[in-house]
T-cell receptor
């Protein structure tokens, strides 16, 4: 079974600075997807960024980028120029590419605080 | 935009009551999921369904059942609610195929069992 681990329960960053959230996963599959979701106080889960395992290039979405290290099974999220609106719980998640009905397996979450 | 709607945002139920949590999606998605979210544990999958009347157990199905009579609706049922089922419940849906590898979530249902 796949597992996802986020070893940082809480992180904080100064506004306009850069922060990196860590995520490791364990799988024996070669075809899979990795995600970072953001959950603000409203509790609505918002997809931040997605990475296909077969792609070597790291995904980027505006101020959000990932460092995908497939051999090390590591998938960290970098937030540049942090804004107050980035404060939220962040979840790393894994999804198998084997079957289209497969589910997301989540990490424990990292609570990010942005200090003004 | 995809919309996943959970009809009840906040519920308070008594121990032993039967509880229904309803979820409706408007994008004709084949897959639907029920997760439970608890502090320090992330989201854990309770049940999922990949077609009408089909269901599969997730990681923590004990004490729960589900129903999917129509494609757009996926219900989570607590046959006899217990205090350890106090939690936030998230419904999600996705389409089949590689284009369906984004999962969309509802806003969550907070359940308190007293």
């Amino acid at each position: 079974a796949q597992t996802v681990t986020q070893s940082q329960p809480e992180m904080s960053v100064q506004e306009a600075e850069t922060v990196t959230l860590s995520c490791t996963y364990d799988t024996s599959e070669s075809d899979y997807y990795l995600f970072w979701y953001k959950q603000p106080p409203s509790r609505q889960m918002i997809l931040v960024i997605r990475q296909e395992a077969y792609k070597q290039q790291n995904a980027t979405e505006n101020r959000f980028s990932v460092n995908f290290q497939k051999a090390a099974k590591s998938f960290s999220l970098k937030i540049s120029d942090s804004q107050l609106g980035d404060a939220a719980m962040y979840f790393c998640a894994y999804r198998s590419g084997k079957t289209s009905g497969s589910r997301l397996t989540f990490g424990e979450g990292t609570q990010l605080t942005v200090n003004p | 935009d995809v919309k996943v709607t959970q009809s009840s945002r906040y519920l308070v139920k008594r121990t032993g009551e039967k509880v229904f949590l309803e979820c409706v999606q408007d994008m004709d998605h084949e897959n639907m999921f029920w997760y439970r979210q608890d502090p320090g544990l992330g989201l854990r999958l309770i049940y999922f369904s990949y077609d009408v009347k089909m269901k599969e157990k997730g990681d923590i199905p004990e004490g729960y059942s589900v129903s999917r009579e129509k494609k757009e609706r996926f219900s989570l049922i607590l046959e006899s609610a217990s205090t350890n089922q106090t939690s936030m419940y998230l419904c999600a849906s996705s389409a089949l195929g590689r284009i369906g590898n984004t999962i969309y979530f509802g806003e969550g249902s907070w359940l308190t069992v007293v």
